[in-house]
């Protein structure tokens, strides 16, 4: 089983990727117990973590949850894979509130991120609280689901802490894939384990599943470096550039500085405020049509086609195989491939 490519008379991977969403409609309630957890009666507590859902996104993660149990069967969706799937999602936007006080970002998909709204203290405690709340949702699930988002958090915590300025540290293209597998893969493998676990799949649909999972986060994460660089402010939400700014090892920098480019030498010297927008600019200038991002752009084509092939594993393994969600999961992955073109 596989998603196959779209032909002119086929849907795009938008339209399809938007039908996976109405398969879904248990969305709406793991919204709700978002919001519920958002409950408390120190304000800031509160609209801080209002004021970042209130920004949009995707939902990708509580989208891979669901979609992933329905796929193994689930049906109807337990209470408990919705309070899985909101847990995910507030352990990630927790990640978000901190990341932008580490990179100091002052917007966030096109607003004022909570950093500069609110300010450090109060955004770095209010991450603090929905990773709390998160933990609160997940601890009244079993041994099993405890242990894996434990697991799934201190890598995301430990990817964070690999993730140190080129001119710091040596970082390889190894190094960089190990910050990916830990920042960004580990919470989409914890989504497509907890469901299919919460679902009673076999074991091989387990582990086919976690491949998938962290497969895809790695592709993920890899797209967006690639963004950085290729895409602009009104499509990111942010400014581009920013992973050269801040000298960080994405996937691009890495290639670029191996390839020996004198121009990537720049990356190993601490950034200077005054000639920053000038070096950006040139060397996203230079970028965008360079061997470095087809490089990338590469490597995540074959990230993604290792999600598929992990897919289709969990898939043939599953004795009741829901086809509708399976065929949703295959648009996901070909969503975020298509942010390549």
Not at 16 to 29: G, N, Q, S, V
Not at 128 to 137: E, I
Not at 152 to 172: D, F, K, N, Q, R
């Amino acid at each position: 089983m596989s998603s196959g490519t779209a032909t002119v008379n086929q849907k795009t991977t938008a339209e399809r990727f938007a039908e996976a969403l109405t398969l879904i409609p248990e969305l709406a309630d793991v919204e709700a117990i978002i919001r519920t957890s958002f409950q408390s009666d120190v304000r800031p507590m509160k609209e801080i973590p209002d004021y970042l859902l209130s920004l949009g996104g995707k939902r990708i993660r509580p989208a891979l949850t669901l979609l992933c149990a329905k796929a193994v069967g689930m049906s109807p969706i337990t209470s408990e894979v919705l309070n899985v799937a909101a847990g995910i999602e507030l352990i990630h936007m927790a990640t978000l509130m901190h990341d932008d006080i580490i990179d100091q970002s002052p917007i966030r998909r096109h607003k004022q991120s909570p950093y500069a709204k609110f300010g450090t203290p109060l955004t770095l405690l209010s991450g603090d609280f929905l990773l709390t709340r998160a933990f609160g949702l997940c601890a009244r699930l079993d041994d099993t689901v405890i242990a894996h988002t434990e697991q799934a958090c201190i890598e995301l915590v430990e990817g964070e802490a690999l993730e140190t300025p080129l001119y710091l540290e040596s970082h390889t293209l190894e190094s960089s894939l190990t910050i990916a597998k830990r920042k960004t893969a580990s919470l989409f493998r914890l989504a497509a384990f907890c469901a299919g676990h919460l679902s009673g799949a076999p074991a091989a649909t387990l582990e086919a599943l976690s491949v998938f999972g962290e497969t895809l986060g790695i592709a993920f994460q890899i797209i967006d470096d690639v963004l950085d660089v290729t895409s602009n402010e009104a499509t990111l939400g942010k400014q581009p550039g920013l992973d050269i700014i801040e000298r960080k090892p994405s996937i691009v920098n890495v290639l670029w500085l191996s390839s020996g480019d004198a121009a990537a030498r720049k990356l190993l010297q601490p950034p200077v405020a005054e000639s920053e927008a000038a070096f950006a600019h040139k060397a996203l200038e230079m970028l965008q049509t360079s061997q470095y991002v087809a490089e990338a752009k590469q490597l995540a084509r074959s990230y993604g086609a290792r999600a598929t092939e992990s897919l289709n594993q969990a898939l043939t393994s599953t004795p009741q195989c829901s086809d509708g969600a399976s065929q949703a999961l295959y648009s996901v992955i070909d969503f975020a491939l298509e942010r390549l073109k």
